[in-house]
């Protein structure tokens, strides 16, 4: 008998994009839009009408998206406020920051394939998880 180790299939996934207004482009494997079945009066054929604006989809059975943004983290300067209370300065990070974690295989290639994209590099301890 053999003692191999199975590692389990990586299910977190911690992007990030160059900033908010690539979202709709990189994510767009998750975006839905709302349309109804039009009947045209004269002929009877029917066509479909798409309705308001394209909208993230946020959770389902087979994922769930974070939409963390901006990380800041502290510069290692303390700062005093007007109370005489100090606290410690804090400096943004770049990108725009998103955690997708995957139920199952159903979403797997798309959340892979932007995980080739937008992981530079993986975070070895993520500012925000899964609990």
Avoid: C
Avoid at 15 to 30: G, I, M, Q, V, Y
Avoid at 77 to 82: I, P
């Amino acid at each position: 008998m053999t003692d191999e180790i199975i590692e389990a299939p990586k299910t977190d996934f911690y992007l990030k994009l160059a900033s908010e207004a690539d979202l709709p482009t990189a994510l767009a494997a998750f975006y839905r839009q709302d349309s109804s079945t039009v009947v045209d009066p004269e002929t009877g054929e029917e066509s479909t009408q798409l309705e308001g604006e394209p909208y993230l989809v946020m959770h389902t059975a087979d994922y769930a998206i974070d939409v963390v943004g901006v990380i800041h983290k502290p510069t290692g300067n303390m700062l005093t406020d007007a109370e005489g209370f100090e606290y410690p300065e804090m400096t943004p990070l770049d990108g725009w920051h998103i955690n997708i974690r995957i139920m199952g295989d159903a979403r797997r290639a798309d959340v892979e394939a932007l995980s080739a994209y937008f992981v530079d590099p993986e975070p070895a301890t993520p500012s925000r998880v899964w609990l």
